[in-house]
């Protein structure tokens, strides 16, 4: 029995200095350009080079919402993303509104919604189609389904994988990782 | 020692959160999971199991294609053609396709029975095509958005799950039809590689309680 609990003890710090050692070997998620520019959204044509709007290590908290204008739910919560952008713009939070529109819809369907709707927080187009490589890589939690936010800072992570049911659940949800 | 007993211990404690955390939702289907059977209305008006359905020749199947999709998602619209395509190709090896439209039609009007009937007859669907009245069927399966498939082996054990192919966008660009290749492994008695798959899709709608 003893040795058994030793053989664990063993095995949890080979698993603990293993894990350190990922981490400080861990690559950063060094800022990359993006593919190309569409009246003034960022397009990525790959995950990879759109990954660092998940890693911003610094004191604003990122509020990040994966949605398409071809999705409904999407498009009804985008008004709570807009209220949240206003009433927290002095207070370091950031609001980024990644699309996940095909790259045949940016010109045609995107950007005159951006712009017809006058979308203030940050659009982010990213078209990158082999979704079971990087879907995972925002988070293991992620089914697929649309949409979805990930709210984040240097300290804390959450993730909610469905439609908000109200505005004041967004602003909840982003109030609790701020303390 | 005492020190390093210590530390261990909350390292381990540490490990726990660390996997509690990161573990992802485990409702619903796991591969090696026996799929549950079910009675479902198709848009032909008679009611469908699995344990009834036959393949294109007629015989009991080696293996069921179920998918989660429905009429007004536009990944699932991306996917219509591809899965009568689909079907066309692999029931006549063995493995027919069985559609489940799991969205609440209150909704999403698009989706209701009526509006099924209408997109099978346009498209001639020649696979069943079933409504999960009272949404009972997708949440057994673990399905959360459309289109979703699962192929079951002929005893409804769960192989593969997850998306049809690698590109929604354009069929002509596909490398890897992960549903066939799936069906080739199960051919030589092997486990799909990969079993599981993820892919953009919209969430099935559920009416809130």
């Given at each position: 029995?003893?040795?058994?609990?030793?053989?664990?003890?063993?095995?949890?710090?080979?698993?603990?200095?293993?894990?350190?050692?990922?981490?400080?070997?861990?690559?950063?998620h060094?800022?990359?350009?993006?593919?190309?520019?569409?009246?003034?959204?960022?397009?990525?044509?790959?995950f990879d080079?759109f990954e660092?709007w998940l890693h911003?290590?610094?004191?604003?908290?990122?509020?990040v919402n994966f949605?398409?204008?071809?999705?409904?739910?999407?498009?009804?919560?985008?008004?709570?993303?807009?209220?949240?952008?206003?009433?927290?713009?002095?207070?370091?939070?950031?609001?980024v509104?990644v699309?996940l529109?095909?790259?045949?819809?940016?010109?045609?369907?995107?950007?005159?919604?951006?712009?017809?709707?006058?979308?203030?927080?940050?659009?982010?187009?990213l078209?990158d189609?082999?979704y079971q490589n990087w879907i995972d890589k925002v988070t293991p939690d992620w089914s697929g389904a649309i949409?979805v936010t990930l709210i984040y800072?240097?300290?804390?992570r959450?993730f909610k994988d469905?439609?908000?049911?109200?505005?004041?659940?967004?602003?909840?949800?982003?109030?609790?990782?701020?303390? | 020692?005492?020190?390093?007993?210590?530390?261990?211990?909350?390292?381990?404690?540490?490990?726990?959160?660390?996997?509690?955390?990161?573990?992802p939702?485990?409702?619903?289907?796991?591969?090696?999971?026996?799929?549950?059977?079910?009675?479902?209305?198709?848009?032909?008006?008679?009611?469908?199991?699995?344990?009834?359905?036959?393949?294109?020749?007629?015989?009991?199947?080696?293996?069921?294609?179920?998918?989660?999709?429905?009429?007004?998602?536009?990944?699932?619209?991306?996917?219509?053609?591809?899965?009568?395509?689909?079907?066309?190709?692999?029931?006549?090896?063995?493995?027919?396709?069985?559609?489940?439209?799991?969205?609440?039609?209150?909704?999403?009007?698009?989706?209701?029975?009526?509006?099924?009937?209408?997109?099978?007859?346009?498209?001639?669907?020649?696979?069943?095509?079933?409504?999960?009245?009272?949404?009972?069927?997708?949440?057994?399966?673990?399905?959360?958005?459309?289109?979703?498939?699962?192929?079951?082996?002929?005893?409804?054990?769960?192989?593969?799950?997850?998306?049809?192919?690698?590109?929604?966008?354009?069929?002509?660009?596909?490398?890897?039809?992960?549903?066939?290749?799936?069906?080739?492994?199960?051919?030589?008695?092997?486990?799909?590689?990969?079993?599981?798959?993820k892919?953009i899709?919209?969430?099935?709608?559920?009416?809130?309680?």
């Amino acid at each position: 029995m003893i040795r058994l609990f030793i053989a664990l003890l063993v095995t949890l710090q080979l698993f603990a200095s293993c894990k350190s050692e990922a981490q400080s070997d861990a690559p950063a998620h060094p800022v990359v350009a993006p593919s190309a520019m569409l009246g003034g959204i960022p397009v990525y044509s790959k995950f990879d080079d759109f990954e660092h709007w998940l890693h911003f290590d610094n004191d604003t908290t990122y509020v990040v919402n994966f949605w398409a204008t071809w999705c409904k739910p999407c498009v009804e919560e985008l008004p709570w993303f807009e209220q949240l952008h206003e009433q927290f713009r002095d207070q370091k939070v950031k609001v980024v509104l990644v699309s996940l529109d095909f790259k045949k819809d940016l010109e045609k369907k995107l950007l005159p919604f951006v712009q017809s709707r006058k979308l203030k927080p940050t659009v982010v187009a990213l078209t990158d189609s082999g979704y079971q490589n990087w879907i995972d890589k925002v988070t293991p939690d992620w089914s697929g389904a649309i949409p979805v936010t990930l709210i984040y800072n240097a300290r804390k992570r959450a993730f909610k994988d469905d439609q908000f049911s109200d505005y004041e659940e967004l602003e909840k949800m982003l109030k609790d990782l701020k303390i | 020692m005492k020190r390093i007993f210590g530390f261990s211990l909350a390292l381990a404690a540490l490990a726990a959160v660390f996997i509690a955390a990161t573990a992802p939702a485990t409702d619903g289907l796991k591969i090696g999971d026996k799929a549950p059977d079910f009675k479902l209305k198709g848009v032909d008006g008679k009611t469908y199991s699995l344990a009834g359905i036959k393949d294109a020749n007629g015989k009991a199947p080696k293996g069921y294609i179920v998918t989660f999709t429905c009429n007004t998602c536009p990944f699932a619209v991306l996917y219509e053609d591809r899965i009568i395509a689909l079907n066309k190709k692999t029931s006549i090896m063995g493995y027919p396709v069985v559609a489940i439209q799991p969205n609440d039609p209150a909704l999403k009007p698009g989706d209701d029975f009526a509006a099924m009937q209408q997109r099978a007859k346009e498209k001639n669907f020649t696979f069943p095509y079933l409504f999960d009245d009272g949404q009972k069927v997708f949440p057994q399966y673990g399905a959360s958005r459309t289109p979703e498939f699962y192929v079951l082996d002929k005893d409804m054990v769960l192989r593969y799950t997850g998306a049809m192919d690698d590109n929604a966008e354009d069929p002509a660009a596909v490398k890897v039809n992960y549903i066939e290749m799936a069906i080739k492994y199960m051919e030589n008695n092997q486990a799909p590689n990969p079993a599981t798959t993820k892919a953009i899709g919209c969430s099935i709608k559920v009416k809130k309680s």
